[in-house]
């Protein structure tokens, strides 16, 4: 029969029985080479089984059985190896997150120091004024940024990274690097910038991002590239506006909010704009009022209200209100010595102090307290002198001693004692020639070194070197001129220039030279437009006339000045010699001390807190010569 068959034997006998020895066919039964694959029979695994047991001639079953145990044995192998792979990548990963864990501790602590050094630490190297030492602190900062892997720049890492550049930006600008300042305040910008886009609502990053703009304006202001100032300056009043109610009574935002109001407002007073500037000094003075008034103890906030004070001061010096300047620079005057006098080592406050105190002693002398502005004057000479002992690199108390050493060398000059006059201005010349060497392109620096030469000339023709003045205001007029070219509504420049050309008028051999010079002062006074009554402007108006036998057209002038309360020493000398009456003005003192009574006398009462951390720098702008 054929397999398949339905019969009860499908195989021959050679296949179902034995063969023995002889090959003869035995009766013993054997099991035939044979399965059935099919679902449902044996399977293909068990027919497989069949088919070599028979070619083996093995019992099926003691087959399976084998073939179970040698299956049994692989997964017990693959399992184990299973196990093993499983427990070493447990431990590569248990190793890993402890790897981890310690990084992120390390950088943890690592990004504590950093904060301490960019924070705590800077300013208490900013308060001695070790510009050297705070300068290796932020390069060592900078230098841990740079050994971090990209992946590794955490936000917070990244922000301590843009205050680091904000720092080395603070330093070179300390040290008169203009350019290598802004560079670096462009970059922390750039950082603190992206990281405010990412976050619009975090607060204290578009702040951070803000005072990078306002650094970047600053810097600019002292190039006296004012365009561009402005621009930094609105674009960092932008972003904190956008921030709106989400910073409602955020301090740290008022107070960068009141320094650019200060910032803008310097920008349009050197543009001649005083009602402007007056907008936002209001401004900057309100919101100083409600920081100080939240907190009496924060001496940054104490410190700018008085140079709020300061700055409408000066507005009112211009404006022609003598007894309002007086009154609000005595203001900012209390506010600053008494800081001082709690914090005796704070030198940035100092440094505060002796500023004022410059201011109130010429504006002293403007009023005719010459003894008084004289010893403020010297007084702000000597804390600016010790201040750069201290630091020799910081370069704010160097030309604060140079400015304020030639602004006292011309009222010692007045007051007769010219060998002191000439010290002091040979101190001067000394010191901003060295300023200047170090950096060209600093305007500030350039316009003050004229300023000094036009008061170098005016002691060489006291002592009769006639020929030494001319030559010497000359070269004032050489720098001021093509300045003065490009801001021709700059107050500072325009006095300069003016006292420059008067001077060489009255040195010059060549009377039709004399008289152009005096009608050139003339036509530059009466074409400004802001601020026409500034006794400053209108005394050396008078002195134009008066040179050019104008006496009835200088008559009106002189009693404006009268009316102010003006009687700076060089006018009085002026009119002594043209026998022009010009007696003191009584009324003029009732104002002055009415207005300390009501006006800004009364300051709040300082702090005597510990300086917190600085906001970008106040400067009271060229408006007054510094």
């Not at 407002?265 to 009022?289: C, P, S, W």
């Not at 201290?390 to 007051?415: G, H």
């Not at 060497?437 to 002592?463: C, F, H, M, Y």
Request: charged share 25%; net charge negative; glycine share 6%.
């Amino acid at each position: 029969d054929l397999p398949g068959r339905e019969s009860e034997e499908c195989f021959c006998p050679a296949l179902r029985h034995r063969i023995d020895a002889n090959g003869a066919i035995t009766r013993e039964r054997t099991e035939p080479i044979a399965a059935d694959a099919r679902a449902g029979k044996d399977g293909k695994a068990n027919a497989k089984l069949k088919l070599i047991a028979g070619m083996l001639d093995v019992g099926f079953d003691a087959l399976k059985q084998r073939e179970l145990q040698r299956r049994n044995r692989r997964m017990a192998a693959i399992t184990a190896l299973a196990i093993v792979v499983m427990l070493v990548t447990t431990a590569l990963a248990i190793s890993a997150v402890v790897a981890r864990n310690n990084a992120q501790r390390r950088q943890k602590q690592a990004e504590d120091l950093v904060g301490f050094m960019l924070g705590d630490l800077n300013d208490k190297l900013a308060k001695v004024s070790q510009l050297d030492v705070m300068e290796a602190v932020d390069n060592k900062a900078m230098a841990y940024f740079e050994s971090l892997p990209t992946s590794d720049l955490t936000g917070e890492a990244l922000e301590q990274r843009a205050k680091a550049l904000e720092k080395i930006g603070s330093v070179r600008d300390g040290q008169g690097h203009l350019q290598a300042a802004l560079e670096s305040y462009e970059a922390a910008a750039k950082l603190a910038g992206t990281l405010a886009l990412e976050a619009p609502g975090d607060v204290a990053r578009q702040i951070a991002y803000s005072r990078d703009l306002t650094w970047i304006g600053f810097t600019y202001l002292h190039q006296s590239k004012l365009d561009m100032a402005l621009q930094s300056f609105e674009a960092a009043q932008g972003v904190l506006k956008r921030v709106g109610s989400k910073a409602a009574g955020n301090h740290d935002l008022m107070y960068l909010l009141t320094s650019i109001y200060n910032d803008i407002g310097h920008i349009f007073e050197t543009r001649g704009q005083l009602d402007q500037a007056a907008v936002q000094y209001q401004n900057d003075l309100k919101l100083m009022q409600q920081l100080v008034a939240a907190g009496p103890d924060n001496t940054d906030w104490a410190s700018d209200l008085g140079a709020a004070y300061n700055n409408l001061g000066k507005l009112a010096l211009m404006r022609g209100d003598l007894a309002t300047a007086v009154a609000e620079y005595r203001a900012d005057d209390a506010i600053e010595s008494s800081l001082s006098k709690h914090d005796p080592t704070n030198n940035p406050q100092r440094e505060n102090m002796l500023r004022v105190r410059a201011i109130l002693g010429r504006t002293l002398a403007l009023v005719g307290d010459l003894d008084a502005g004289t010893k403020d004057l010297q007084q702000a000479v000597d804390i600016a002198a010790q201040l750069t002992k201290v630091d020799p690199n910081e370069t704010d108390s160097q030309e604060y001693e140079a400015v304020y050493a030639s602004q006292l060398s011309r009222l010692r000059r007045l007051d007769g004692d010219l060998p002191a006059a000439n010290a002091l201005t040979a101190r001067s010349l000394e010191i901003l020639a060295k300023l200047t060497k170090q950096d060209p392109a600093n305007t500030d620096w350039q316009q003050d070194s004229a300023e000094v030469q036009i008061e170098r000339a005016a002691q060489s023709l006291a002592g009769g070197q006639s020929d030494a003045a001319r030559v010497q205001v000359q070269a004032a007029l050489a720098t001021l001129e093509p300045m003065f070219a490009k801001q021709p509504d700059n107050r500072g420049l325009l006095l300069d220039t003016v006292a420059a050309k008067l001077l060489l008028a009255s040195v010059t051999d060549d009377a039709q030279i004399a008289r152009q010079l005096r009608e050139q002062v003339l036509r530059a006074l009466q074409s400004v437009q802001s601020g026409t009554g500034d006794p400053r402007l209108l005394a050396l108006q008078v002195q134009a006339l008066l040179g050019l036998d104008k006496q009835a057209d200088a008559k009106p002038v002189i009693q404006k000045l009268w009316n102010s309360g003006y009687r700076d020493p060089a006018l009085l000398a002026i009119l002594q010699r043209e026998k022009i009456d010009y007696p003191v003005n009584a009324g003029f003192s009732k104002r002055v001390t009415e207005t300390l009574q009501t006006g800004a006398a009364n300051p709040p009462h300082p702090p005597s807190a510990a300086r917190l951390s600085p906001s970008p720098q106040r400067g009271e702008g060229r408006g007054e010569g510094q």
